[in-house]
């Protein structure tokens, strides 16, 4: 497959390009695009042959579902049995954002879209091409993130490129993801609302705009007995090539540890990166040292972490050391992703 490229900038749309964009996902054809999360790999999410291919076009299996993309609120009772007074109270204050909602799904919606299930995810994204993709291609786009299977998700276009080049009709270079870090999942179907994948949109945040809400407690666990309630989270995903361990301690032990097996790893004869913060990242002697930023900014780390990822896969480096981050407000999402990332390898000093 000819896969077409189109640049254009959120400020600047390309109203020419995003209908052909549409009529391509509306034919049953797969398109790449940018959201404020991370690049989605968009079809027509009521279209079933559609949510196949993407399944293909990922390598992606089969039961893991996939989110709908709306642009505006009156999409929504249409892919859904009931919207719950919650939702409307989240979608006034986070939509259009980085929060994905889970409802019972309607009968227009079909199983290869829901992954078999009988709930249906849905996300109103804020980026203005992936709004104007949304209409232009009939309002409901089912779109997982644009990368392959078990990768970490791309943050800018050249990875969505690397990935899917040749297994899709066209992607839309739009810049970097604002957020570069999945949406929060939150599941409305059940007595209580659970968060099953943490995100930029906090447990706090939720709680301010519908009160109690709790997390699936698995999700942050490597042992947990239980399969984690969003089928994607069992998944070993988000990582790398080369193997990856993260090093939790205080910051004068862990550098000394971290470049003790740097060296070992050296003398092994392996390539050796490590995911530092601004304050350290002088002290490492890694063949590659990447800094997510200042270790109080959660936000520039969430942005920073996938992007880095893959950079480490560019320069095919075999073994990153990564330093730890708090598990508080977004840190809580950077993480969860970063545990999975590294197969849960922890090292506590
Ligand atoms: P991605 O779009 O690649 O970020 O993945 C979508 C995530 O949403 C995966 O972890 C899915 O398992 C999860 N998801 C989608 N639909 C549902 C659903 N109906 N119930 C629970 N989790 C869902
Ligand atoms: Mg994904």
Known sequence: ???????????NLDEQALQEAGMLIKAGGLVAFPT???????????????SAKIYAAKGRPSDNPLIIHIADMEALPVVVREVPQAAYMLAQ????GPLTMIFNRAE???????????????????????????REA?????????????????????????????????????????????????DLTGDKP???????????????????????????DGDAKQAPKAPGMKYRHYAPKGSLVIVEGETGKRISYI?????????AGRKTGVIATDETAGNYLADSVKSVGKRRDEEQIAKALFRILREFDDEEVQMIYAESFEKRGVGHAVMNRLLKAAGHQVVKL
């Not at 989605?40 to 042959?49: K, P, Q, V, Y």
């Not at 879209?113 to 993709?133: C, F, H």
């Not at 470049?259 to 003398?267: F, H, Y």
Request: net charge negative; glycine share 10%.
């Open 93 to 96: 204050r986070y939509w259009p």
């Open 108 to 134: 227009c919606v079909p199983r290869e879209t829901t992954g078999g299930l009988e709930t249906v995810a849905v996300r109103m994204p804020s980026n203005k091409i992936a709004q104007a993709l949304i």
């Open 36 to 50: 404020e999360t991370v690049y989605g790999l968009g079809g027509d999410a009521l279209n079933g042959t559609s």
């Open 194 to 220: 659970m968060i099953l994948r943490p995100g930029y949109i906090t447990e706090e945040m939720l709680r301010e705009a519908i009160g109690q809400v709790e997390t699936d407690q698995t999700i942050m």
């Open 259 to 267: 470049n003790e097996q740097l060296s070992l790893q050296k003398k």
């Open 1 to 11: 497959m000819n896969t077409r490229i189109v640049k254009m900038e959120e400020e």
């Open 138 to 186: 009939g309002g409901y786009i089912a779109a997982p993130s644009a990368n392959l299977s078990g990768r970490p998700s791309p943050t800018v276009a050249k990875y969505v490129v690397q990935d899917l080049d040749g297994r899709v009709d066209m992607i839309i270079d739009g810049g970097d993801a604002d957020l570069g870090l999945e949406s929060t999942i939150i």
